[in-house]
């Protein structure tokens, strides 16, 4: 089985699956609504319990308008269904097929036999079982994937020395998809591994049919254009998917993108992130989530002053500068967790976890992170948001843009509470290359999806006590 005959059959199940999902939760969303008593307080229909038979003949209606919206979304690609990113496309979906029902019942049915609860709830159940539906599929189709069932047969074209990365990443990843053949135009143990060498680019049509491939990897500048050219026009009757690695593959992040003006083609390095709807959304969350616990954790947060100033001397909250988005400069609020003098000798270091110059309180409110309570107030202001790389001192800076290959990019979005960094444990005094690693990772791959992820698993790793 090749890997196009998986993926049409993966498609064939996710489909079928979604039909039964979507039939079951009209079902369920009867059963919750009229017959398990637990909405009767909420009970807004008038008249007895409609009968079931009405709600079977909407089954049809609602499986064209999932199935058109879940197709519409590009929710049909078995290798990305699985991701938080296609959990929020399926919640849109949801919603367009639930606004979309609602609009057909008026327009088609015009009697009082539908109710906008059980159209609720089966939107619901639907949204939870389309997405466990696709999880339990893309598991299936990487554990196949593993035992070398339904993967793509690809061979590299060219060969540099920066391809060894991209050869060594296939081979970490076995249920990736791919399986490496060998190398076209290149030394057959490049990488120390004995690949095999195929044979020379003027025989490709020999070659993809001997050895069935399904995928070329072109490596760039190692393969002139001629022979780019030449590879396309031979294999243009070859079901052969074909793979450009670009010259400028140094520059190229996850967040590149192609856009063309006047039909030219203009590839996009870097975009700036989080504008537009979704960066206005994450500032509303922003709001709403900070307002809310300033709201219900003031008592907490009054307590806290009370006792640092009880137990040391000083005052009970520590500003800082740190330097955010852009650069711009803002002062950082934190519980007192250390000695008032705590810098007077050391200036602008990191803090460390046995740190001599932590408090007894302060150890306690940093153990449990306490001490970061009043930067809920610097997202209100907009100094921060709840999710990005954490601020740096203004101290600092100058020597980590130096000696740290793309700090700055930190600097493109607002900073955090939380970054992406510290729930993979890069806290404190950790690897900065690392972290800036982790924190460029979560500018380019950002998403609603992956702050809700973080900020989930931000909430794991204080119930445990972690820093």
Not at 50 to 55: F, K, W
Not at 105 to 122: P, Q
Not at 387 to 392: A, F
Not at 417 to 428: D, E, P
């Amino acid at each position: 089985m090749n890997n196009k005959t998986l993926d049409h059959l993966l498609i064939t199940f996710t489909v079928l699956f979604d039909l039964c999902f979507v039939a079951t939760a009209i079902v369920v969303g009867y059963w919750v609504r009229f017959e398990s008593g637990w909405l009767e307080a909420l009970a807004l229909h008038k008249g007895g319990t409609p009968p079931l038979d009405d709600y079977f003949r909407l089954i049809p209606l609602m499986a064209i308008i999932w199935l058109m919206t879940l197709k519409a979304l590009k929710l049909y690609r078995p290798e990305n269904n699985a991701t938080l990113s296609a959990l929020w496309t399926l919640c849109k979906a949801t919603g367009i097929a639930l606004i979309a029902t609602l609009a057909a019942l008026f327009f088609i049915f015009h009697h009082d036999a539908y109710s906008r609860w059980v159209m609720l709830l089966a939107s619901g159940f639907s949204l939870v079982w389309l997405f466990l539906g696709r999880l339990v599929l893309y598991r299936f189709r990487q554990a196949i994937h593993a035992q070398g069932v339904g993967v793509n047969r690809a061979a590299i074209v060219g060969y540099e020395a920066r391809v060894e990365k991209f050869i060594s990443t296939l081979k970490a990843r076995p249920n990736s998809g791919y399986k490496l053949i060998g190398v076209i135009d290149g030394p057959a143990n490049a990488d120390g591994s004995l690949l095999q060498h195929l044979g020379e680019s003027q025989d490709i049509l020999e070659l993809v049919q001997t050895h069935r491939l399904d995928t070329l990897f072109i490596t760039s500048p190692a393969v002139s254009n001629d022979t780019i050219l030449q590879i396309l026009h031979t294999c243009e009757g070859v079901p052969v998917q074909i793979n450009m690695l670009p010259e400028l593959s140094e520059f190229i992040s996850s967040g590149t993108a192609i856009a063309f003006f006047d039909d030219i083609p203009i590839l996009r390095l870097r975009e700036t992130p989080m504008q537009g709807m979704q960066g206005i959304l994450k500032r509303l969350i922003d709001i709403v989530c900070s307002m809310s616990a300033v709201i219900l954790l003031s008592p907490l947060m009054l307590a806290i002053a009370v006792s640092i100033r009880l137990t040391s001397p000083g005052k009970a909250i520590f500003r800082q500068e740190r330097v955010g988005r852009a650069g711009k400069r803002f002062h950082i609020y934190k519980f007192r967790s250390m000695r008032t003098d705590a810098e007077e000798k050391v200036g602008h270091v990191w803090a460390k976890s046995d740190d001599p110059r932590q408090t007894s309180l302060g150890k306690f409110l940093r153990r449990w992170s306490l001490d970061e309570l009043p930067q809920f107030f610097n997202v209100l202001k907009g100094d921060m948001s709840l999710v990005g790389p954490r601020p740096e001192m203004s101290g600092l800076i100058d020597t980590f843009r130096e000696s740290i290959p793309h700090y700055l990019a930190r600097q493109r979005v607002k900073s955090g509470m939380t970054g992406w960094a510290q729930v993979n444990g890069l806290r404190g005094n950790t690897s900065l290359e690392e972290r800036v690693s982790y924190d460029r990772y979560y500018i380019e791959n950002w998403s609603l999806g992956l702050d809700i992820k973080i900020i989930l698993k931000t909430l794991w790793a204080i119930r445990k006590g972690y820093r």
